[in-house]
């Protein structure tokens, strides 16, 4: 019964968060839940093993063709979002023909490559793409009313909510698909792939499909973004990105499904608060960088590793089983 | 008995060396078949095209008829060829109940739509079946929790055999199981492969423990150098003056 009940309670607290924040604060928090969905979407590849340097470009994919769907088809936003992250997992289809010839080390190479690529078209083709300067005056989502709460997507903590509802409901798709037997099957090909494949798991397919899952998921992040900063640009999905998604994923930690999670708030916090506070924002790639090291150094199981030692272990909560042999 | 698995002038070249060549012979349906031979004879590599993990420069592999060879690993699986590693394979970070689980994925098939909308209970239910009952069989239920990396080395290889035995299996290609195993370790091994095959579960085996090989299998086919040396019962072959000449060494092959 404690379940439910801290359940709703975290979503009250959630719910109530942005009220007692300022307007520049609200804006952060619309993005570190943003930026939640980019780096667990991107947690979904870890599973399979694969590392890939490419994921912000896609969710830049996701970005750009919601902003281009719904400016020029005129496309209605919420359906152009979803486009977006159908895009970006179609486009990591294709590029898994490729791509997924390599392994490990290769393959983050090769998706590196690849997002260059695609940046580079988007600078290079000023039809439809707009060159360097992007898209910009890209359509915001229509304000609506629930009844009893009213969406006005000027103000931040609109946003907030809609984003986080839609980024609790790609959460809890991504967390079905992890628990669920083809989760297991991604544990299996990350940890011995050679014995999965004797068990008939068809590896290219299975690696595919997490690329595929975790880029539709990073595309509709990136089409949350678009749609709430108004522009998209090159620059806005580079490399200097993608480190930050590296950052809170090694922070946090990769083999629980909160540990990304925890290494994206706690960085974003102590980013906003500590360094913007000190008037040292500009040192952000290098505060990164020394976070990065010392955390490989000294934590190198990540945030939830301490989680982990001070949460007793379910596995040794279980004396029903003995009971019944 | 009647022809199962046949393979025919088997040819495996690795640039200029002959790993196997021209190998011929027949599995029978049901029974336990040995494969057998001096190190660097080319069974592991016979056992690799067998699974697909090579394709044979030449030669063919018939599986009830059906040209097997040059298929990849999982498609051999599929037409039900299972096959072991040589050394503890396992996925050493999940459960020993996980491992099982990974092993009934092909008569379970994971569905990602009806798995995220909740519509698979019935198959998650049925393969969680299925993997007891594969745990239990090669007596590995009461470890169902435990990490598989900690398990003993006889547990492992145990746990190997149960992976294969979940996916329900007509042929299990069995990479030297019996390697490091003590005495008493040895004998209950040779004793589930007997329920094994009284499951109706053809076994190929490659093994260097003679005592498990002549106790163990219906017919043996001993190879040297890559080529087909000799075949028999286990009574022919320990007697077969090639058998002999391949592994104590006769004038021919010293170098």
């Known amino acids: 019964m404690l379940k439910p009940v801290m359940f709703l309670l975290g979503a009250a607290a959630l719910i109530a968060l942005p ?40 969710m830049g994919v996701g970005a ?17 979002m979803i486009l977006g992250g159908v895009t970006a997992a179609l486009l990591a289809v294709l590029l898994s023909f490729p791509l997924f010839r390599m392994k490990g080390f290769y393959f983050l190479i090769g998706s590196f490559a690849a997002g260059e690529i695609i940046r580079l078209i988007w600078k290079r083709f000023r039809e439809p793409f707009g060159g360097a300067r992007g898209i910009s005056g890209i359509d915001p989502m229509p304000d609506f009313s629930l009844g009893f709460y009213s969406f006005d997507f000027f103000e931040p903590v609109s946003y907030y909510y809609f984003a986080g509802t839609i980024v609790a409901v790609c959460l809890w798709v991504l967390w079905r698909i992890e628990k669920s037997p083809v989760g297991l099957t991604f544990h299996a090909v990350h940890w011995q792939d050679k014995l999965a494949q004797a068990s008939g798991v068809n590896l290219r397919a299975y690696r595919t499909l997490a690329f595929a899952i975790a880029s539709g998921f990073a595309g509709i992040a990136g089409a949350l ?11 806005s999905f580079d490399i200097e990105v993608m480190v930050f998604v590296l950052t809170w994923a090694i922070v946090g930690g990769t083999t629980t499904f909160y540990g990304p999670i925890l290494g994206c708030v706690l960085l974003t916090v102590i980013n906003e608060v500590v360094l913007r506070g000190m008037g040292f924002e500009q040192a952000r790639p290098l505060f990164y960088g020394a976070i990065m090291i010392l955390s490989i150094l000294f934590l190198p199981n990540g945030l939830e590793s301490i989680v982990q030692k001070i949460l007793p272990r379910k596995a040794t909560a279980k004396p029903d089983r003995k009971a019944a042999a | ?23 011929s012979f027949k599995v029978a349906h049901g029974s336990i078949h040995g494969l057998i031979g001096p190190n660097g004879a080319g ?26 060879s040059g298929l990849a690993m999982h498609e051999v699986a599929r037409r039900g060829v299972v096959r072991t590693f040589q050394h503890s394979t396992l996925f050493a970070e999940l459960t020993v109940l996980e491992n099982a689980l990974v092993g009934t ?7 990602i739509f009806a798995a995220i909308i909740g519509w698979d209970r019935e198959d998650r239910r049925g393969a969680a079946a299925r993997a007891r009952e594969a ?40 990479d030297e199981p019996f390697t490091g ?10 004793e589930l492969m007997r329920r094994l095959k009284a499951d109706g579960i053809t076994i190929l085996l490659v093994e260097h423990d003679m005592q498990a090989i002549m106790g163990l299998c219906d017919t043996i086919t001993c190879m040297s150098f890559g080529k087909f040396l000799a075949e028999g019962g286990p009574a022919d072959i320990r007697h077969h003056p090639a058998v002999i000449e391949a592994y104590l060494g006769g004038a021919r092959h010293v170098a």
Do not use: C
């Not at chain 1, 973004?225 to 620059?235: C, E, F, M, R, S």
């Not at chain 2, 994925?105 to 569905?111: G, L, S």
């Not at chain 2, 195993?181 to 040779?190: D, F, H, L, V």
């Open chain 2, 105 to 111: 994925h092909m008569p379970f098939r994971p569905n």
């Open chain 1, 64 to 80: 750009y063709a919601s902003a281009l769907m719904t400016k020029n088809l005129g496309v209605p936003v919420p359906v152009g």
């Open chain 1, 19 to 58: 009220h007692g924040l300022s307007f520049s604060q609200q804006e952060i928090l619309v993005f570190l839940v943003i930026n939640i969905l980019l780096v667990m979407s991107y947690r979904l590849l870890t599973l399979t093993g694969e590392w890939s340097l490419g994921h912000v470009v896609i």
């Open chain 1, 225 to 235: 973004q678009a749609h709430y900063v108004g522009t998209v640009n090159p620059n």
């Open chain 2, 181 to 190: 195993m003590n005495p008493e370790e040895t004998r209950q091994m040779m």
């Open chain 2, 43 to 68: 069974k592991t590599t016979t056992f690799n095209m067998i699974s697909g993990f090579y394709t044979p420069t030449s030669g063919q592999i018939l599986l009830r008829g059906e040209d097997i």
């Open chain 2, 135 to 174: 745990l239990e069989f090669f007596g590995l239920g009461d470890l169902a929790e435990e990490r598989a990396g900690d398990l003993s080395h006889g547990h492992q290889r145990a746990l190997g055999l149960a992976v294969a035995y979940a996916s329900h299996p007509d042929v299990m290609l069995l």
């Open chain 2, 1 to 23: 008995m009647t022809d199962f698995l046949e393979m025919r002038g088997l040819t495996m070249r690795f640039g200029g060396l002959m790993a196997v060549d021209g190998l």
